[in-house]
């Protein structure tokens, strides 16, 4: 058991490479992205768990070639028109939350992994499982399904959450204690998110209280988010 931070995520996330940290959690995954748009038919799929960071590297890689994005898992979105979608590049996100309720039903993600190889279409898909395992009412599409090509992230690992802090805290004009980087990264959960979220707070409150950023500070700001974990 181990005592991890459970915190309100308020601050909006960004999505610019520049702030996203690469480590041997994440860097096959980046180098897979940054070898579009030679990626096997023109379609990636891009695995991994909340909080990796695939989201941060697709949102990144649609702004950079222009791609259209899909939110497929969104049940209020209205139904996705493919015609215009021929020879672009598509990013569909949450491929493997998609429902009979939501924008993207089988049929339609079928067709966007036809496009995608034909007249400069490409398709990134993202989603917490690989492929393999996600649901396919469709013949068709399984077979499509399990002949995608994965870059997989590990959960974001000590590198890539102190790199966040450090630079969530630079951009608030803060140098912490030294000390204070290893105390967070033990007890935050592996997520950029939640890493960004404890920065935020800790720099109000250091604003606001006119205090130093350390420990003491973190223990006294945080501790009121404390919780079990495996």
């Not at 579009?36 to 702004?63: F, M, N, Q, V, Y």
């Not at 139904?79 to 021929?86: E, G």
């Not at 935020?200 to 250091?206: D, I, M, N, R």
Request: include cysteine; charged fraction near 25%; glycine fraction near 6%.
């Amino acid at each position: 058991m181990s005592t991890q931070f459970k915190l309100p995520l308020a601050a909006p996330p960004t999505y610019a490479r520049e702030d996203f940290a690469v480590s041997p959690s994440n860097a096959a995954a980046v180098a897979r992205l940054d070898g579009w748009p030679d990626w096997a038919e023109g379609r990636l799929a891009l695995i991994g768990p909340s909080g990796c960071g695939k989201t941060h590297l697709a949102r990144d890689w649609a702004r950079a070639v222009g791609a259209v994005t899909v939110e497929a898992a969104d049940p209020l979105a209205p139904p996705v028109d493919l015609a215009p979608l021929r020879g672009r590049a598509v990013l569909v996100e949450d491929a493997d939350r998609r429902s009979d309720s939501s924008t993207l039903n089988d049929e339609a993600l079928f067709h966007i992994l036809n496009m995608a190889g034909v007249d400069g279409g490409t398709v990134l898909l993202t989603g917490r499982t690989p492929p393999l395992g996600w649901d396919a009412g469709v013949p068709d599409l399984r077979s499509r399904l399990n002949a995608l090509s994965a870059a997989l992230i590990d959960e974001p690992d000590d590198q890539v959450l102190a790199a966040v802090l450090k630079r969530a805290f630079a951009a608030a004009f803060w140098n912490p204690e030294p000390d204070l980087y290893p105390y967070l990264v033990a007890r935050l959960p592996r997520s950029a998110a939640e890493a960004q979220a404890a920065a935020a707070l800790l720099s109000e409150a250091a604003a606001d209280g006119h205090r130093e950023m350390n420990k003491a500070l973190a223990r006294e700001v945080l501790g009121a988010f404390e919780g079990e974990s495996e």
